[in-house]
């Protein structure tokens, strides 16, 4: 059974700092990309950061460019995002996902293969 578990989630002053993790396990994820998105109440789910798990290339959207780092860890199955000077607009659920598409093509939803649960992330003003 394929599961993706975030968690390190929690509540966050502006400015603060959280590591949010996502343990894989279930089957060889080294052929796919590892994505963080997050939605927000009301709005769409948004593409945050990927990681191809195979070189370790990474790629961010323009809005956590800085703040945000993505890593993973082979040996224990896991893929991190680090989310430095938050700011109260990064409040939402985020959520793992392992992704087909390559590191060049991410950003959309089409190609994702498997979701984690989400881990909310509230950042305070």
């Known amino acids: 059974q394929v599961q993706l578990v975030e968690s390190g989630g929690g509540l966050v002053q502006a400015g603060g700092s959280l590591r949010l993790s996502c343990a894989a396990s279930g089957r060889t994820f080294s052929s796919y990309t590892m994505d963080w998105f997050r939605q927000a109440p009301g709005k769409e789910r948004e593409f945050v950061a990927a990681i191809s798990w195979s070189s370790g290339y990474t790629y961010y959207a323009d809005s956590v460019k800085g703040r945000f780092i993505i890593s993973r860890d082979n040996d224990k199955n896991t893929v991190y995002l680090r989310l430095n000077s938050l700011k109260p607009e990064d409040t939402a659920v985020y959520y793992c996902?392992?992704?087909?598409?390559?590191?060049?093509?991410?950003?959309?939803?089409?190609?994702?293969?498997?979701w984690g649960q989400g881990t909310q992330v509230t950042v305070s003003s």
């Open positions: 996902a392992a992704d087909r598409a390559p590191l060049f093509r991410v950003g959309g939803t089409d190609l994702i293969a498997y």
